[in-house]
Each structure stands twice: as structure tokens, then as C-alpha cells.
């Protein structure tokens, strides 16, 4: 990183206090006083839960070079006082981000930025040097962070943006000014802050405001909202579709394969040709497609993507599957929305009637669906109906929701704990067919669903098959 000192107050007070003989080039910036290395900047953050202003001195022990602080501060080493932190964060970063040579490649979409970010960086990283948001270092705080940890020599960043109010992509788009904007999908996520589908699509179609004047556009143009906005913005955008076998850029699922991957079908203008993931699911298509369209307009070709692939650890806790004796267990249990639900219970569904397995689905509310959270576990049950699980365990409160959803067709038993679970498990299990079950979990972040999965995983290693 090649932020100093001096620059910051340049950038920051509107001129430099420190003279150029005591000038320090910060080694990190850190929000997190235990995180703090010598040379480190360390910013203060007004929380809901914790003020960063009472670290300060504990970041200044710790060898901070310089505090960025919104409060008045008596400290060893030089204050930068501004009205709001994160802001100065934006500041700083879109500075470091001026100064790298990379492609700077920005991924948003509803569900599955994660996994459109790793793949597209496993691809570029067969031949070059790339740096990506550390997990999902995605907001206000986290994709400065992300900037400043970038290798500034690095030949692409890619990088994630999250958003969950209409402001948010107007604060975050000019912080990243990326030279390649990828927008994947768009879905009932965040509700609570964005309102409508409508403004969905808007939010994330103003990403495109914040392009580098010769930069690109890749849409997912399977969701008319989101081509609507974005071609109304960039008439250029490159599309790709899942849905349409006479697109240009095209993806599909082909078939899955052992140890839960999955073969795609790839369509860019050159040619056409087929992959092997390490997940599998139709649902995955278009992040696969996403990817691909972004590697294809960035010089990569067929062979960097497959090995790309190969070399691919897919995310934690994002549909990874794992066989245990004669039960397959997918724990999706990073976040959930109504758009990455329905995908995940499909492609479960699928799965168990390819094995001839049956399907028990361990489900979790999806959270920040403002008014509509009713309404949409309520679909949630009615898609069910198509998956016909042959068991339902929920957690939260909106098993009602799920019941009606149901009509009746399946029980939905509300469980509030690993112990509970359990006891429902060794009733079912017994009456598993022959050939056992695909257990899926998933439910959003607060949920922690990702207990029950070690519930189950902690009972079949104990079972006389696993250990076998």
C-alpha cells in the first residue's frame, strides 16, 4: 500500500500538517485495535455496539503511526479529525485504488457474489497476479479494507459490493471505479432497505454510473428489471444468459457429477465447451456464466477457465457437499434469500431424485425481507410442494408461513435447537430408502444453521457405516 501520511492529510484536512523529513507510508489501515501492527492507521468507528474512539489508545500502544478519529483526541501521534470515518476511509481508498496498476473488476448481484468473485479470480490467477476482497469484505468498511490490502502491483483486483439500502452503491461504485462492472442477478434480497424489485434492479444497475470511461458491462439479461436499468445506462453492456441457447454469452448445467461437481456448458463468441465445477446445480449457471463472460472479455481463454476451476476452493458453507455413509450433506449455510433458496432447493431436490435418495430439507428464515417476509416463506412452501421432501425441520418464525405455503401436503416441524433436531433425525432416519438421503441446510446468517449441520456430521461419523 502506498498511502503516507501526508497524503492522507492532503486528501483528508485539505493540506499536509506532518513535515515531509517525519512522513510515514502506513504499512496497514485497521478498524480493530487488536488488529493493530506498527505503522498501522488506525480508524475509529461509531458502532451499534462499540465506539472505536475507546481503542484508540490501545491502538496507539499497540504502534499505530496516525489515528482517523470524528472526535477530539489527545494521542501521541498525529489525529486526522473529520466529520465521519467511514467516509475518510471511501477517501483514502479510492485514492489507493487510483494508484494501482491493476483491471480493477467490481462483481454485485442478489445471491452468489462470493463464489462470481473466486471464480473469476482462480481463472486469472493460472497466468497473473490478483488480489480479491478477503470473504465478504463487501461494504462501506469492508471494500476499503479489501483496497488496501490489494497488492498494488497486482495485474487484477476483483472485487465484491454488497448493498442493502439505495444509497449504498453510490458510496461504495466510487470507491472501486471499476474498469469492469459484473452484475450476475437480482432478487427479493434486502427488501427491508431496497422496497421493491424495481428498486433492486435500479440499485444495482448504478454501478454502471461509476464505470471508468472506457470501461465494460456484463448483465445477466435472464432478468429484464435488471437489463432494462443497466442498458439504460450502458446501451454497451455485454449480456449473457442462462435461459436463451441462442445468446452469444451462454451457460447451462449440464449434469452432475461425483463429490457434488457438476459439468457446465460454456458458450463466448469464440467457441463453445464444456467445464467441470467443483459444485453443480442449474442455480449455479449463472454465476458459472457470470464468470466466464468476465474472464472471455478480460483475455482468458477456455483452458485458464478450466484450470481455474481445478484449482478452485469453493467457499465455505456455500451448497458444499459432503457423502457420509448413505447420506449426502449440503450445508448453504452462509446466507439466504429467496433467490439463492429456491436454487438450492431445486438443485437438492434434484440431486436426491438423480440417486434415488430421499430429500430432507433443514431450513432457516430469510431475513431483511421487510413486508414481504410472509409472503415469500409462504412461496417457499408452495416450491416444496415440486422438491417433495420427506422431511421439513425449520428454524425461526416463519414456520407458519412455510406450513401454508405447504397446503398441507408436508410437515414442517420447527426445531429450536441441535438437541431437537437430533431427536427428529433418529426418528427419521430408520425409514430413510435404501440408498439414504440428501440433507440440505440453509437459512440466513443469524440462523447459525450451520450448528445443525456439525449436529448431523458429529452423529453419522459416530455411526457404524461412516466409521467403516
Known amino acids: 500500500m502506498s498511502l503516507t501520511l501526508r497524503m492522507a492529510e492532503h486528501l483528508l484536512l485539505g ?13 496497514d489501515v485497521c478498524t480493530n485495535s487488536r488488529a493493530v501492527e506498527p505503522g498501522s492507521l488506525f480508524v475509529c468507528i461509531e458502532g451499534e455496539r462499540f465506539d472505536g474512539h ?24 498525529p489525529v486526522l479529525m473529520v466529520r465521519d470515518t467511514v467516509q475518510a476511509m471511501g477517501l483514502l481508498a479510492r485514492d489507493v485504488r487510483e494508484a494501482t496498476r491493476a483491471t480493477v473488476t467490481a462483481v454485485t448481484g442478489s445471491a452468489g457474489k462470493t463464489t462470481v468473485k473466486e471464480i473469476l479470480a482462480s481463472v486469472a490467477a493460472q497466468n497473473h497476479r490478483v488480489s480479491r476482497n478477503a470473504g465478504n469484505l463487501n461494504n462501506q468498511i469492508g471494500l476499503p479494507l479489501s483496497i488496501f490490502r490489494a497488492d498494488p502491483e497486482a495485474d487484477l483486483w476483483v472485487l465484491e459490493l454488497g448493498i442493502s439500502k439505495p444509497h449504498d452503491m453510490d ?30 434492479a435500479r440499485a444495482k444497475a448504478s454501478l454502471l454510473h461509476h464505470l471508468r470511461p472506457d470501461g465494460q458491462a456484463v448483465i445477466n439479461a435472464d432478468y429484464e428489471l435488471l437489463r432494462r436499468e443497466a442498458l439504460d445506462i450502458r446501451p454497451d453492456a455485454v449480456c449473457y444468459s442462462t435461459k436463451d441457447p441462442e445468446a452469444v454469452y451462454h451457460c447451462s448445467y449440464v449434469r452432475g457429477l461425483e463429490q457434488g461437481r457438476g459439468e457446465y456448458l460454456v458458450r463466448t463468441p469464440d467457441r463453445e465447451f464444456t467445464v467441470q465445477a467443483p459444485f453443480c446445480g442449474d442455480h449455479l449457471a449463472e454465476n458459472l456464466g457470470a ?15 478450466q484450470a481455474g476451476l481445478d484449482q478452485l476452493q469453493a467457499p465455505a458453507q456455500r451448497f458444499a457437499c459432503r457423502t457420509m455413509g448413505r447420506v449426502t450433506v449440503i450445508d448453504d449455510t452462509y446466507n439466504a434469500n429467496p433467490v439463492s433458496m429456491a436454487g438450492a432447493v431445486r438443485t437438492a431436490a434434484h440431486m436426491a431424485a438423480e440417486q434415488s ?3 430432507v430439507l433443514v431450513l432457516g428464515d430469510m431475513k431483511e ?29 416463519h414456520a407458519e408461513d412455510i406450513a401454508r405455503g405447504c397446503d398441507g401436503r408436508h410437515a414442517v416441524w420447527t426445531v429450536t435447537g441441535t438437541d431437537a433436531f437430533l431427536r427428529h433425525w433418529r426418528g427419521l432416519a430408520p425409514n430413510l430408502p435404501e440408498r439414504g438421503a440428501v440433507v440440505l441446510f440453509k437459512g440466513s446468517r443469524s440462523c447459525r444453521m450451520e450448528d445443525y449441520v456439525q449436529a448431523l456430521r458429529g452423529e453419522l461419523e459416530s455411526s457404524p457405516e461412516v466409521r467403516a
Open 15 to 27: 493540506g499536509a500538517e506532518t513535515a515531509p523529513a517525519h512522513d510515514v507510508t502506513f504499512t
Open 54 to 77: 475507546a481503542f484508540a489508545e490501545d491502538a496507539v500502544r499497540a504502534g499505530a503511526a496516525a489515528v482517523l478519529s470524528s472526535k477530539l483526541l489527545d494521542l501521541a501521534v
Open 171 to 200: 458510496e461504495l461504485g466510487p470507491v472501486a471505479a471499476p474498469d469492469l462492472a459484473v452484475i450476475h442477478n437480482i432478487g427479493t434480497a434486502h427488501l427491508q432497505g431496497l422496497g421493491s424489485m424495481e428498486g433492486v
Open 291 to 305: 464468470a466466464a463472460t468476465a474472464a472471455h472479455l478480460l483475455g482468458y481463454d477456455p483452458e485458464d477457465f
Open 357 to 359: 435418495q430421499a430429500l
Open 369 to 397: 425481507l421487510g413486508e414481504a417476509a410472509c409472503a415469500e416463506h409462504e412461496a417457499l412452501g408452495r416450491l416444496l410442494n415440486e422438491a417433495r421432501p420427506v422431511a421439513v425441520l425449520f428454524h425461526g418464525e
